[in-house]
């Protein structure tokens, strides 16, 4: 996938018989999906043209170009979707995608590096850094402002002050 994308939604399956697709957004907004068009498919072989339905239950019914029967959509199931960056709005100093976080370096604060980042996660307390450790598994870490005072994406590193154990 091209750095230059970031996934902004999945398709969880077919939702009635024409074709529509019950679709995941992974928007703050979720309806400004529609908007970050055309969508593309991981591996950008397939671009699609997203025109929003009604909200359902855990996401929003959409059509998407080309695909016109209940069958095509639920080929689709588990597609994740991406959009240009340069579609996306800009964020705030303190905010970041969280495609911008994967693959950055983690430091203590005194300078050891801890692992890098393998994922962004949330269950709904608040974003959680995994970070693959060396020969050590995976620890994850809440993504505050006390437990990483410091995000320097230009120089690929952030800079955490994890709780006393965490990364022993």
Same mark, same amino acid.
């Given at each position: 996938?091209? !750095?230059?994308?970031?996934?902004?939604?999945?398709? $969880?399956?077919?939702? =009635?018989?024409? =074709?529509?697709?019950? %679709? !995941?957004?992974?928007?703050?907004? #979720?309806?400004?999906?529609?908007?970050? $068009?055309? %969508?593309?498919?991981?591996? =950008?072989?397939?671009?699609? !043209?997203?025109? /929003?339905? !009604?909200?359902?239950?855990?996401?929003?019914?959409?059509? /998407?170009?080309?695909?016109?029967?209940?069958?095509?959509?639920?080929?689709?199931?588990? *597609?994740? &979707?991406?959009?240009?960056?340069?579609? /996306?709005?800009?964020?705030?100093?303190?905010?970041?995608?969280?495609?911008? *976080?994967?693959?950055?370096?983690? /430091?203590?604060?005194?300078?050891?590096? &801890? =692992?890098?980042?393998?994922?962004? @996660?949330?269950?709904?307390?608040?974003? %959680? &850094?995994?970070? @693959?450790?060396?020969?050590?598994?995976?620890?994850?870490?809440?993504?505050?402002?006390?437990?990483?005072?410091?995000?320097? &994406?230009? $120089?690929?590193?952030?800079?955490?002050?994890? #709780?006393?154990? %965490?990364?022993?």
């Amino acid at each position: 996938m091209a !750095k230059d994308r970031v996934c902004v939604g999945a398709i $969880a399956g077919a939702f =009635g018989v024409h =074709g529509e697709v019950r %679709l !995941k957004s992974f928007c703050a907004e #979720p309806e400004a999906i529609a908007s970050y $068009a055309p %969508l593309f498919s991981e591996d =950008g072989a397939r671009s699609f !043209k997203v025109k /929003l339905g !009604k909200p359902i239950p855990n996401g929003l019914s959409a059509r /998407l170009s080309g695909v016109t029967t209940r069958e095509e959509a639920e080929a689709l199931r588990g *597609l994740r &979707l991406y959009a240009d960056r340069d579609r /996306l709005p800009s964020l705030p100093d303190d905010e970041f995608y969280h495609a911008d *976080l994967i693959g950055l370096t983690v /430091l203590d604060t005194g300078g050891t590096v &801890l =692992g890098r980042v393998s994922s962004v @996660q949330n269950h709904g307390a608040g974003d %959680l &850094l995994e970070i @693959q450790r060396p020969r050590k598994g995976n620890a994850l870490l809440p993504f505050t402002v006390a437990m990483v005072p410091t995000v320097d &994406l230009a $120089a690929g590193r952030i800079i955490a002050d994890p #709780p006393e154990g %965490l990364f022993e």
